[in-house]
C-alpha cells in the first residue's frame, strides 16, 4: 500500500494514509483503544499552535502521544528533523522505537489508516469512534462504538418452543447479543461469532425478510422488519466473519 499520490501539487501530508486530520486527543485514544492492537498509530494535527502534530500510538492497554512540527523545510520529531514525509516513515520502519515519559520503549508496528475496509450500506456504523460533547477521558474510552457496530431490533425463533418474539439486537466486535427490550440491562444471551459458520437469507419461514446464523450446536433464525434491513444485517455478519477468518 502506498502512502503517496503520484499528483505533485496535493499536499503530502493529505496523502499520508494514517494522518487524521483534526481527530482530537481523546478520539484518537477511543479510536485506537477499542479498534488498534499494541504498537498501532496514528498522525493528527495537535491544537498546540500552527504546525503542530502529534503521533498517537498505543503501548497495550494505554496511548502515548508524541509532538511533530511541521516546518517550510520539513517535519521535526523530537531531535531529529526529515525534509519529507517520506523520510519521515522509513525512519519509523529503521528505528521503530519510541522512549514514553515514563522512559518506556514502545515499536511502532502498524499505521492506523484513516480509511477503513467496511461495509457501506448498512446504517448505524460507526466507520471510527463517534464522540459525543461533554464526554470526559475517563468515560470515553470504555464507552466508544466499536467498528462496524449495529443494533437494532429483530424477530427470533425459539429454541425448543418455535415461537417468534421480538428481541433487541447488538452487534459489538464479535459478539451478538439479544436482549429482551431497548431498555434491559442484562442480554438473555451472547453469542460468539468466531463460532458461526454461516450468514445467509433463509426462505424456509413463512416470515418474509428472514435470515440465520449457522453454528455447530444450532442455527439462529431472525427476521427484520424491511428486505434492506435483513441485507443491512447480513452485510455486516458476513463481513465480521470474513475478518475472523483472516485472522485465523
Not at 109 to 133: D, F, G, L, N
Not at 225 to 241: C, F, N, Q, Y
Request: overall charge neutral.
Amino acid at each position: 500500500m502506498s502512502f503517496y499520490s503520484d499528483d505533485s501539487s496535493t499536499d503530502e501530508l493529505e496523502t499520508l494514509g494514517w494522518y487524521h486530520h483534526d481527530l482530537s486527543r481523546h478520539a484518537a485514544e477511543a479510536l485506537l483503544l477499542s479498534n488498534g492492537t499494541d504498537g498501532s498509530y496514528l498522525l493528527r494535527n495537535s491544537n498546540e499552535g500552527e504546525g503542530s502534530l502529534a503521533l498517537s500510538v498505543r503501548a497495550k492497554d494505554s496511548v502515548k502521544h508524541f509532538h511533530v512540527t511541521r516546518k517550510d523545510n520539513g517535519y521535526s520529531f523530537g531531535f531529529n528533523e526529515y525534509p519529507t514525509l517520506q523520510h519521515f516513515v522509513i525512519h519509523f520502519a529503521n528505528q521503530p522505537l519510541l522512549g514514553s515519559d515514563a522512559g518506556t520503549l514502545m515499536v511502532l508496528k502498524s499505521p492506523y489508516p484513516w480509511r477503513v475496509e467496511e461495509p457501506s450500506i448498512y446504517e448505524s456504523v460507526r466507520v471510527h469512534t463517534a464522540i459525543q460533547t461533554g464526554r470526559t477521558e475517563n468515560d470515553l474510552v470504555p464507552t466508544a462504538p466499536s467498528l462496524g457496530t449495529k443494533e437494532g431490533y429483530l424477530t427470533k425463533q425459539g429454541a425448543f418452543v418455535k415461537n417468534w418474539k421480538q428481541r433487541w439486537f447488538t452487534l459489538n466486535r464479535y459478539e451478538l447479543k439479544y436482549f429482551k427490550d431497548k431498555g434491559s440491562e442484562e442480554p438473555i444471551r451472547t453469542v460468539d461469532l468466531k463460532a458461526c459458520s454461516a450468514v445467509q437469507f433463509d426462505y424456509s419461514q413463512e416470515r418474509v425478510n428472514c435470515f440465520c446464523l449457522v453454528f455447530p450446536e444450532r442455527t439462529f433464525y431472525l427476521c427484520a422488519k424491511t428486505g434492506v434491513e435483513a441485507d443491512e444485517w447480513i452485510k455486516i455478519l458476513r463481513w465480521k466473519l470474513s475478518q475472523i477468518s483472516k485472522g485465523r
